[in-house]
């Protein structure tokens, strides 16, 4: 759809009309001479000896004014409506790298699988479901580091996740210290968008914050913390005197990991098997719904060059034009002058 922006300004268009007209029997008035040299005689409308301009150029030179008068009026294209990016969550993943993530016992189509590769693959699909979120990665051993720091690039979190690999951040397990830098990072958004989704096998082991100093503090910065404990609890373990049953979930603190999730208004979700693990996101997906805020705007390309450029090149023309023909008259001229002397 085309608009003009200011149309209000085209009525500068019958400016020359207005300046031309006359009541009957009003005599003239010469115009002053300006102290400007010759060269504005040689503009195209302008005549230094009094000549009437002829009327096809009165008719250009209009048009070129009525050109120049509607590139002032700023006319625009104005596109389909176009959807903005939704508003969602400031989401933070916090997920556990300790050499315990390698236990194998998720299954994935009939074959063992550690409990990180069963992360990643989970939360491959989970980013990229939170369009309009933007999501951090931080990835926590002995120290937790930020892997990827808030961000609309799901696409780069994704990449991250999956490179991330086992004992990349120490050997033991600073559930404190993770959820304190979360924290730091997610503070000074807006309330009521901080969420942070804690995955672990284990139980704090190290760090200078403990678990229960960092829910304390998350909560005050009203962070809801979600909290995941991730293990099966029974697998049979082979060795050289037989198999045996064990619990490789022994070291899990699930009690922590409630009281954590219940102090920030969170909820804690026991993942014991990759069908588990999945619905455990898809829950927390409707736990945090994406604000779809259905906001749109229409994109605006100016067109203000098309006309201004075309009165430009009519004024260039007319002034070819009319030099060429001075230019042939002059040439005639001479040659008279050389036939006459001749």
Do not use: C
């Not at 990643?120 to 989970?126: N, S």
């Not at 050997?171 to 804690?198: E, F, S, Y």
């Not at 099966?232 to 009690?255: I, Y």
């Not at 945090?288 to 705007?297: A, R, W």
């Amino acid at each position: 759809m085309l608009n003009l922006a200011w149309p209000w300004a085209l009525v500068l268009v019958l400016l020359p009309l207005i300046l031309k007209w006359r009541k009957p029997g009003a005599q003239s008035v010469d115009a002053p001479v300006l102290p400007v040299g010759h060269w504005l005689s040689d503009l195209p409308g302008v005549s230094r000896r009094g000549n009437a301009v002829p009327l096809w150029q009165q008719l250009l030179l209009f048009l070129m004014w009525t050109l120049l008068v509607v590139a002032l009026a700023r006319p625009q294209h104005v596109g389909e409506q176009v959807q903005m990016p939704v508003s969602g969550r400031d989401l933070m993943l916090v997920v556990d790298i300790s050499p315990s993530m390698d236990e194998q016992d998720m299954v994935l189509q009939g074959r063992s699988i550690n409990r990180l590769q069963a992360v990643k693959r989970v939360l491959d699909d989970f980013i990229s479901r939170r369009q309009g979120d933007r999501l951090g990665l931080i990835l926590f051993g002995t120290e937790p580091y930020v892997q990827a720091p808030l961000t609309f690039d799901l696409e780069t979190v994704r990449t991250l996740m999956r490179e991330a690999g086992l004992g990349m951040a120490g050997r033991a397990t600073a559930i404190g210290d993770a959820v304190g830098l979360a924290t730091k990072r997610l503070r000074n958004r807006p309330q009521d968008q901080r969420v942070v989704v804690l995955l672990t096998d284990g139980a704090n082991t190290a760090g200078e914050i403990t678990p229960d100093k960092a829910t304390e503090i998350a909560a005050a910065a009203s962070i809801r913390l979600y909290t995941i404990g991730i293990g099966a609890e029974s697998m049979v373990q082979r060795g050289l005197l037989g198999s045996r049953r064990v619990n490789p979930s022994r070291d899990l603190d699930e009690n922590l990991l409630t009281r954590m999730a219940q102090q920030t208004g969170g909820e804690y979700f026991r993942a014991r098997s990759l069908p588990e693990l999945e619905l455990i996101y898809e829950s927390i997906d409707r736990l945090e719904p994406i604000e779809l805020e259905g906001k749109f705007y229409r994109p605006v390309t100016e067109l203000y060059v098309w006309p201004a450029g075309l009165a430009v090149i009519l004024w260039l023309a007319l002034f070819l034009v009319r030099h060429g023909r001075e230019l042939v008259a002059e040439t005639r001229r001479s040659k008279e002058e050389e036939t006459h002397v001749g």
